[in-house]
């Protein structure tokens, strides 16, 4: 994630520069040092896991997992942390997140739905039953 985060983010970089975020600038400057030979070894093994989880979501309609860990952040300078997306990313497995609950702080915890590869359109009709489920609790 972070070595293509360095091409996904140059434009902006060099369009606004300091004004970015600290850490979207570490991803375009590599603070991580992520070498060519590591992001391939990377790529490769996502590659070879792709089938793997296909063949276990095979008879489901879509997994739920959490979003992020616990509720949501406040204000709008932050989403929150990504690590529960990464992977489904990195698989290239649809996901969506909706809102679940509420948090001690009164914020939105969100669940996320995850689904096969090219299943998108699928995951979202899934997506849109759950939230009728929740919204009718």
Same mark, same amino acid.
């Given at each position: 994630?972070?070595?293509?985060?360095?091409?996904?983010?140059?434009?902006?970089?060099?369009?606004?520069?300091? /004004?970015?975020?600290?850490?979207?600038? !570490?991803?375009? =400057? #590599?603070?991580?040092?992520?070498?060519?030979? +590591? %992001?391939?070894?990377?790529?490769?093994?996502?590659?070879?896991?792709?089938?793997?989880?296909?063949?276990?979501?095979?008879?489901?309609?879509?997994?739920?997992?959490? /979003?992020?860990?616990?509720?949501?952040? !406040?204000?709008? =300078? #932050?989403?929150?942390?990504?690590?529960?997306? +990464? %992977?489904?990313?990195?698989?290239?497995?649809?996901?969506?997140?909706?809102?679940?609950?509420?948090?001690?702080?009164?914020?939105?915890?969100?669940?996320?739905?995850? /689904?096969?590869?090219?299943?998108?359109?699928?995951?979202?009709?899934?997506?849109?039953?759950?939230?009728?489920?929740?919204?009718?609790?």
């Amino acid at each position: 994630m972070h070595a293509e985060g360095r091409l996904a983010y140059l434009a902006e970089y060099l369009h606004w520069g300091e /004004a970015l975020s600290p850490n979207l600038r !570490a991803e375009v =400057e #590599n603070e991580e040092a992520i070498t060519p030979a +590591r %992001l391939a070894a990377a790529s490769d093994y996502l590659s070879s896991m792709r089938p793997q989880m296909e063949r276990r979501m095979s008879g489901f309609d879509a997994w739920l997992t959490p /979003a992020v860990p616990g509720e949501a952040t !406040a204000g709008l =300078e #932050n989403t929150g942390d990504a690590v529960f997306n +990464r %992977l489904w990313t990195g698989l290239h497995m649809p996901c969506i997140t909706l809102p679940g609950f509420h948090g001690a702080q009164g914020l939105p915890v969100g669940i996320q739905l995850v /689904a096969p590869r090219y299943r998108d359109r699928h995951l979202l009709a899934v997506a849109r039953a759950v939230e009728l489920m929740i919204t009718a609790l």
